[in-house]
T-cell receptor, first 115, second 113 residues
Framework: AQTVTQSQPEMSVQEAETVTLSCTYD???????LFWYKQPPSRQMILVIR??????QNATENRFSVNFQKAAKSFSLKISDSQLGDTAMYFC????????????FGKGTSLLVTP | DSGVTQTPKHLITATGQRVTLRCSPR?????VYWYQQSLDQGLQFLIQ???????AKGNILERFSAQQFPDLHSELNLSSLELGDSALYFC????????????FGNGTRLTVT
């Protein structure tokens, strides 16, 4: 079974600064998908960004970008110009054939953005 | 708004009881997933349906069951409830059976007393 590891339970960043959240995963598959989801205090799960493993180019969505290192099985999320509204729990997730294409989530990183 | 609707938002019930959680997927989505989120276990995949058929099973207890109806809405039935079943239950939908992102509803908060 695929394992997703987020080694940073909590992080803090000042407004307007940049922060990087780490994620590593374990799989023997070659084709798969990776996602970052955000869960603010409202508890809603919001898709932040996705990456297809067959694409070498790192995905970018406005202030959010990823550093995808396939050989290292690493998928970090960079948040630029952090805003107070970015305060949330961030989950890294893996989707592949081994899990029936269901999302397999990491334990999450709690990010606090301070003024 | 993700377009995925879950009812009810909150549910409080007693041990041993049975409850049904309901989910309406986004318009056009054929695949429905159920997840359980608890403090100690994180987000656990329970089960997936695609166009009415069970497609994948995760860590779903035998006391739990689900189905997807012809109109594509889904229900998750939880029976013989225990205190440990208290959690946030999410439904998510996606356009295809695989390789498409999941869009989550706002969840049903279940409290078993």
């Amino acid at each position: 079974a695929q394992t997703v590891t987020q080694s940073q339970p909590e992080m803090s960043v000042q407004e307007a600064e940049t922060v990087t959240l780490s994620c590593t995963y374990d799989t023997s598959e070659n084709n798969y998908y990776l996602f970052w989801y955000k869960q603010p205090p409202s508890r809603q799960m919001i898709l932040v960004i996705r990456q297809e493993a067959y694409k070498q180019q790192n995905a970018t969505e406005n202030r959010f970008s990823v550093n995808f290192q396939k050989a290292a099985k690493s998928f970090s999320l960079k948040i630029s110009d952090s805003q107070l509204g970015d305060t949330a729990m961030y989950f890294c997730a893996f989707m592949g054939s081994g899990s029936g294409y269901a999302l397999n989530f990491g334990k999450g990183t709690s990010l606090l953005v301070t003024p | 708004d993700s377009g995925v609707t879950q009812t009810p938002k909150h549910l409080i019930t007693a041990t041993g009881q049975r409850v049904t959680l309901r989910c309406s997927p986004r318009s056009g989505d054929l695949s429905v997933y159920w997840y359980q989120q608890s403090l100690d276990q994180g987000l656990q995949f329970l089960i997936q349906y695609y166009n009415g058929e069970e497609r994948a099973k995760g860590n779903i207890l035998e006391r739990f069951s689900a189905q997807q109806f012809p109109d594509l809405h889904s229900e998750l039935n939880l029976s013989s409830l225990e205190l440990g079943d208290s959690a946030l239950y999410f439904c998510a939908s996606s356009a295809r059976a695989y390789n498409s992102p999941l869009h989550f509803g706002n969840g049903t908060r279940l409290t078993v007393t």
